[in-house]
């Protein structure tokens, strides 16, 4: 098969799957929950603070096409995912995200990238007993950005990090916990051209460490996304269609904090 042929169909493959992560039911469905339980408990500072982060990540999540975004606004939309789930977890996981350094920004690197690793943490990366740990952490050199999400979960021995590994080398697709990994390297790989950047190896704190490279920031390969942030995205066909179907109703879906469609 051509090898363009071959990427443009690797491409809709990953499509899909970003659209039905980016409408996760599960996530939504527990996320209900728990502002169910807020509401048996009267607390409506917690339903108010819950409500909006949730509105405000399905809102990045659906209202923009831009496959490229700057860094920080991988950084509010990761927080966002965090944010929600410690209401789920409280003091059973854990997670650190260090402050972003300025020269790192704006630097542009592909959507949902850092938000699917720790998503992924989240799910396998956590001891299935005691305290759950997860670190997320960026670093700029000279030729390059990288960015890690680490954790300290027991799972992943010598030999899980090895088929794991090859998963991601090999793009084999077969069903198991990788193939996320994998469709993560994949992206990369296409749009910069080369493989390897995504790179997998046991973290201090015990479990995995998970590294994304965006390379050549410093050298004008990756010139700075042209983003606005969490408050002014781009508007999706989906979002379209349901602008007008709202139009119609005569509705209102404006939620506080966030702006509208443009």
Request: aromatic letters at 4%; proline letters at 6%.
């Given at each position: 098969i051509d090898e363009n042929y071959r990427q443009k169909?690797?491409?809709?493959?990953?499509?899909?799957?970003?659209?039905?992560?980016?409408?996760?039911?599960?996530?939504?469905?527990?996320?209900?929950?728990n502002i169910r339980a807020?509401?048996?408990?009267?607390?409506?500072?917690?339903i108010e603070d819950m409500t909006e982060k949730l509105s405000k990540f399905y809102l990045y999540a659906t209202r923009t096409h831009r496959e490229i975004v700057a860094a920080r606004e991988e950084y509010e939309?990761?927080?966002?995912y965090i944010d929600i789930q410690s209401v789920r977890f409280g003091e059973r996981i854990q997670a650190q995200v260090e402050p972003l350094p300025e020269d790192?920004?704006?630097?542009g690197m592909p959507r949902?990238?850092?938000?699917?690793?720790?998503?992924?943490?989240?799910?396998?990366?956590?001891?299935?007993?005691?305290?759950?740990?997860?670190?997320?952490?960026?670093?700029?050199q000279r030729d390059a950005v990288y960015f890690r999400v680490e954790d300290n979960g027991t799972q992943f021995d010598e030999e899980k990090l090895?088929?794991?590994?090859?998963?991601?080398?090999?793009?084999?697709?077969?069903?198991?916990?990788?193939t996320g990994l994998m469709n993560i390297a994949l992206r990369l790989k296409l749009h910069y051209g080369q493989s390897g950047l995504l790179r997998l190896e046991r973290s201090a704190?015990?479990?995995?460490?998970?590294?994304?490279?965006?390379?050549?920031?410093?050298?004008?390969?990756?010139?700075?996304?042209?983003?606005?942030?969490?408050?002014?995205?781009?508007?999706?066909?989906?979002?379209?269609?349901?602008?007008?179907?709202?139009?119609?109703?005569?509705?209102?879906?404006?939620?506080?904090?966030?702006?509208g469609g443009r």
């Open positions: 169909i690797l491409v809709q493959q990953m499509e899909l799957k970003q659209l039905h992560a980016k409408v996760n039911p599960h996530f939504l469905h527990n996320s209900l929950l807020m509401a048996q408990l009267q607390d409506y500072e917690g939309y990761t927080q966002l790192c920004a704006e630097v949902f990238i850092l938000q699917n690793l720790v998503e992924n943490a989240y799910k396998y990366g956590v001891p299935a007993q005691g305290a759950g740990l997860i670190r997320l952490r960026c670093e700029s090895r088929v794991l590994r090859e998963i991601i080398e090999t793009e084999r697709e077969d069903g198991l916990p990788g704190l015990g479990g995995l460490c998970a590294t994304v490279v965006i390379p050549g920031h410093r050298m004008g390969i990756n010139p700075p996304a042209s983003s606005e942030g969490l408050r002014k995205v781009e508007t999706s066909p989906i979002a379209k269609l349901f602008d007008l179907k709202t139009k119609i109703s005569g509705g209102n879906r404006d939620v506080p904090g966030s702006a």
